[in-house]
């Protein structure tokens, strides 16, 4: 079963509105390319946003903001100019596009 599928079947099963964020990270590490309205977005005004990858500054802000510091967003609209989209938020549908 391809990453895509196996997580589309997660979410039935687990009734998610967005695929977690470990499991995005996941498909951006494994090269699939999906679009999404939504992104998992955090504020880069204390860490800043000198990170060598997507998973080390999600790393960075769970450590310094918690759970509740990412969230799903689309784009500027939660932090202004201080959000940085780390990756895809896909929906069920966007997976099985």
């Not at 000198?50 to 999600?58: E, G, K, P, S």
């Amino acid at each position: 079963m391809a990453l895509k599928e196996k997580f589309a079947q997660k979410m039935l099963d687990e009734k998610l509105d967005f695929l977690p964020l470990e499991e995005s990270l996941q498909l951006i590490e494994a090269g699939v390319q999906l679009k999404t309205k939504f992104s998992w977005v955090c504020s880069i005004e204390e860490i800043g946003e000198d990170f060598d990858t997507r998973r080390q500054f999600a790393e960075a802000a769970l450590d310094f903001y918690g759970e509740y510091g990412i969230e799903v967003g689309n784009g500027y609209d939660h932090h202004e100019e201080f959000t940085y989209n780390i990756c895809p938020a896909p929906t069920y549908i966007d997976l099985i596009k």
